[in-house]
Structures are given as C-alpha cells and as structure tokens.
C-alpha cells in the first residue's frame, strides 16, 4: 500500500523545536515531495512551507525564520525542522508529495497527490 507517514510531533514548551518526518513508502516509481501543511482546531488547513523540484523554499510569513523544510528523494523523506516553537503553531501538521503508481488492470503508470495522516504538535505556553 502505497502512503506517506508523518512522525515526530508531540508536546513542547514554547522555544523549543522539534523535527518532523514525512516518510513515503510502498511501490512507487517516482517522487516528489512538495511540502508540509497545518490544521488548527477550527481553522482551515493552510501552507506552511514548500519546496520545489529545484529545491527552492518557500515558507509562510508566520514561520519564516524558524521552520526549514528539506527533503531526501532517495531515502523517500521529507522532513520540517521546527525551531523556537509559539503556542500559536500547535496545529496537525500534514506533508504532501505527487507519487508515481501503477494502477488499474493494466498497471498504468500514473502520478497523484497523496498526504499523511497528519502528526499532532502542541506548544505549551
């Protein structure tokens, strides 16, 4: 089964920092992983940083200055280094990628956008 997994979320006090890994795994025959996104309990879901296939980054004005985001294409993760956390970022935090699979009878190849599951991170005041 083809899926991205996010990892290391958790509860921090403000200041401090945690990574987050986005890990794709299953069959697939290409990669590219776009970025990572949030949801705050009644708020809509909103970008937080994204990175190009040329490996350009682009992060909200919200994080800018303490998320990175970076990615490993060969080793299938992405990851969202979080540093001097604010009350204000605890949020499920999701990554997307476009994943190459072979689908239907004839196991066509096609690209499609999956996301994980999401990974809780809460910042305690």
């Known amino acids: 089964q083809v899926q991205l997994v996010e990892s290391g979320g958790g509860l921090v006090q403000a200041g401090g920092s945690l990574r987050l890994s986005c890990a794709a795994s299953?069959?697939?025959?290409?990669?590219?992983?776009k970025g990572w996104y949030r949801q705050a309990p009644g708020k809509e879901r909103e970008l937080v940083a994204i990175?190009?296939?040329?490996?350009?980054?682009i992060s909200a004005d919200s994080v800018k200055g303490r998320f990175t985001v970076s990615r490993d294409n060969a080793k299938n993760t992405m990851w969202l280094q979080m540093n001097s956390l604010e009350p204000e970022d605890t949020a499920v935090y999701y990554c997307?990628?476009?994943?190459?699979?072979?689908?239907?009878?004839?196991?066509?190849?096609?690209?499609?956008?999956?996301w994980g599951q999401g990974t809780q991170v809460t910042v305690s005041s």
């Open positions: 997307n990628a476009d994943l190459t699979v072979r689908s239907g009878s004839y196991g066509v190849y096609e690209t499609r956008s999956f």
């Open positions: 990175i190009t296939p040329s490996e350009t980054t």
């Open positions: 299953g069959s697939i025959f290409g990669i590219n992983f």
